[in-house]
């Protein structure tokens, strides 16, 4: 066989795979699994490999790094052939799955290998295996989406209870180790929490704060995450994060800070999407005293007066401006 013939491995897991099929669809065994099949194959002795890995993505669309980057080298015929070890671990969408299969490989001439479906597009029998190919794929999307429903369900309940959902922790907090729902007092973040409402309350104005924080360069809620972390995975420009009137504000009008937790403010467009749209304020699932509070209630109802008379403060000019409020 020719040595610049390429092999593509394409390796996928994510959510769906939870339970008693987590370690059979894990990377690791996934990875041992397709390398072992291409030792066993004499064809394949000289040929070259490319891996391709999508952890923790969802196989119901093909929004996914590894699998564009894999299809966009398929499309430079830098790759002839594609492993993987089942249908599912490709996609799990019937159509999406099928129109490849069926149509685009067959068309660019590329071979397409499923292990564990015992299929291979190279074999002049399967032609006749169509329909064979067409239920499974199927039956993977369905069990796709009926695990979707499932994982929807289990987070409604998790928002009725007022867990909290974010990856990361808000500033301030940080995640309890032995239930990662719940949100802990980071003691040395809350300082600058209550050093905020503080000066607040004491008549300080958002940039000024924000200015303040600057001069004495305290880390910014991004900077600080990152520093206790160490998330080395983040790109940060190589000019310092500022502290800004908006961080202030959102800061500031954050209930999380008196121990109520927010849930339900999007939601995704449907089951398998990516895209997640706003939901309306009524419909937002809000539990209160879910953790301990950095600040008073009052200070917090405090805080809002404020923000509630910069907004309603009436222009004492007769003339109106059409930027008025909006240019600085």
Not at 27 to 40: G, M
Not at 112 to 132: P, V
Not at 154 to 175: M, Q, R, V
Request: aromatic share 10%.
């Amino acid at each position: 066989m020719d040595s610049i013939y390429t092999i593509g491995i394409y390796l996928r897991i994510s959510k769906e795979d939870e339970g008693e099929e987590f370690e059979s669809n894990s990377i690791r065994n996934q990875r041992e699994l397709l390398t072992r099949f291409i030792r066993q194959k004499p064809e394949f002795e000289s040929c070259k490999v490319l891996e391709f890995i999508d952890d923790g993505y969802s196989g119901t669309n093909f929004h996914r790094p590894g699998i564009q980057r894999l299809l966009l080298q398929v499309k430079r015929k830098e790759i002839h052939c594609i492993l993987v070890k089942d249908f599912s671990r490709f996609g799990r969408n019937y159509i999406e799955v099928g129109d490849y299969l069926e149509q685009i490989f067959p068309f660019i001439g590329v071979r397409f290998i499923s292990i564990n479906d015992g299929y291979d597009n190279a074999k002049a029998d399967e032609m006749e295996r169509t329909l064979d190919i067409a239920i499974k794929n199927l039956i993977y999307d369905l069990y796709s989406k009926d695990l979707s429903k499932k994982i929807i369900s289990a987070l409604e309940i998790k928002k009725i209870k007022g867990d909290f959902l974010g990856s990361s922790p808000p500033y301030g907090y940080e995640k309890n180790k032995d239930n990662r729902n719940l949100l802990v007092i980071d003691k040395e973040a809350a300082k600058v929490i209550k050093r905020i409402y503080k000066l607040t309350l004491e008549g300080e104005k958002r940039a000024a704060i924000a200015r303040q924080l600057n001069q004495e360069g305290v880390a910014t809620p991004g900077e600080y995450l990152r520093i206790k972390n160490n998330h080395t995975m983040w790109k940060f420009s190589e000019q310092k994060a500022m502290w800004t009137a908006q961080t202030i504000g959102r800061i500031l009008r954050n209930p999380i800070y008196i121990g109520s937790v927010t849930n339900n403010k999007y939601k995704r467009k449907e089951i398998g999407s990516s895209k997640r749209v706003k939901v309306s304020v009524k419909e937002w699932k809000i539990c209160k005293e879910i953790h301990k509070p950095i600040i008073t209630r009052n200070e917090f109802i405090l805080v809002q007066n404020t923000f509630q008379t910069h907004k309603d403060r009436k222009v004492t000019s007769e003339k109106e401006y059409p930027l008025s409020g909006i240019l600085r």
